[in-house]
């Protein structure tokens, strides 16, 4: 069974930081390229970054140089590190994983991953 957990969600003030965690069982975690998305009450959901299985990271243009993205396939854990956060920030981020055939990309587009955690909060405040 395939399980995709995400955590470290939070309240912060503008220009905090948090870092949130995802862990993923039942596949093999060095076969997956990650991503991160998330959806603010009203809005689509938006693709934030995501890192193939050989550790390529791609980012949102919203988010370049303030998020950090990363991958210990040893501790089948994917982080998103979050610094110099903004009110527009705030919303429900999920972590999703799919199987991939690259090494090298991995796919900014919801429809192309398999497997979604249940999402972890971050709200920031003005």
């Known amino acids: 069974q395939v399980q995709v957990v995400e955590s470290g969600g939070g309240l912060v003030q503008t220009g905090g930081s948090l870092r949130l965690s995802c862990t993923a069982s039942?596949?093999?975690?060095?076969?997956?390229?990650m991503g991160w998305f998330r959806q603010a009450p009203g809005k689509e959901r938006e693709w934030v970054s995501c890192?193939?299985?050989?550790?390529?990271?791609y980012y949102a243009e919203s988010v370049k140089g303030r998020f950090t993205i990363s991958r210990d396939n040893d501790a089948r854990t994917l982080w998103l590190q979050m610094n110099s956060l903004k009110p527009e920030d705030t919303a429900m981020y999920y972590c999703?994983?799919?199987?991939?055939?690259?090494?090298?990309?991995?796919?900014?587009?919801?429809?192309?991953?398999?497997?979604w955690g249940q999402g972890t909060q971050v709200t920031v405040t003005p």
């Open positions: 890192i193939s299985r050989i550790r390529v990271t």
């Open positions: 999703a994983a799919h199987t991939a055939a690259s090494y090298y990309y991995c796919s900014a587009s919801g429809s192309n991953y398999s497997y």
């Open positions: 039942g596949l093999t975690f060095g076969d997956l390229s």
